[in-house]
C-alpha cells in the first residue's frame, strides 16, 4: 500500500514545501539580520580613563581620533574632532566631513589618535 502520491520525477507529498509566503521570506530574512548582532562593548576603569584623555585631547588640541562604538547591535567607526561634550546627555558631537555625529558614552569601544 502507498502512503503518498507519486509522479514522474515529483514527490507530491513534499511539492507544498516549495512555496513561501512574502511574509516568512521576510521573517527569515529578519531573523538573520538579529543573529548578526554583537553585544555592547564592557570597558574597565582603565580603559575608560584611557579613552577620556584621547577624547579630551581631541576637543582642546582640535586632534583627528578614530572612534569605534556600538549602535543597533553593530560597531561603526567615525573619523574626526570631538567638538563638544554633553555631560548631561552623556553624549559626544564628533564633526567628520563638515557634518556632525552624536556617539553615546557608553557605547565607546576604542579610541585612538591619528
Do not use: C
Request: proline share 4%; net charge neutral; hydrophobic share 35%.
Amino acid at each position: 500500500m502507498k502512503y503518498y502520491k507519486s509522479t514522474p520525477g515529483k514527490n507530491v507529498l513534499w511539492e507544498s514545501i516549495r512555496f513561501m509566503i512574502p511574509e516568512h521570506v521576510e521573517a527569515i530574512r529578519r531573523q538573520k539580520e538579529e543573529n548578526k548582532k554583537l553585544p555592547p562593548p564592557l570597558l574597565d576603569e582603565q580603559q575608560l580613563s584611557e579613552i577620556g584623555m584621547v577624547i579630551m585631547e581631541s576637543l582642546h588640541q582640535q586632534q583627528v581620533i578614530k572612534i569605534v562604538y556600538w549602535q543597533d547591535g553593530f560597531y561603526h567607526e567615525v573619523n574626526g574632532i570631538v567638538s563638544r561634550i554633553d555631560k548631561q546627555l552623556s553624549q559626544i558631537k564628533m564633526l567628520h566631513d563638515d557634518d556632525f555625529t552624536y556617539i553615546q558614552i557608553k557605547w565607546l569601544k576604542s579610541v585612538e589618535r591619528l
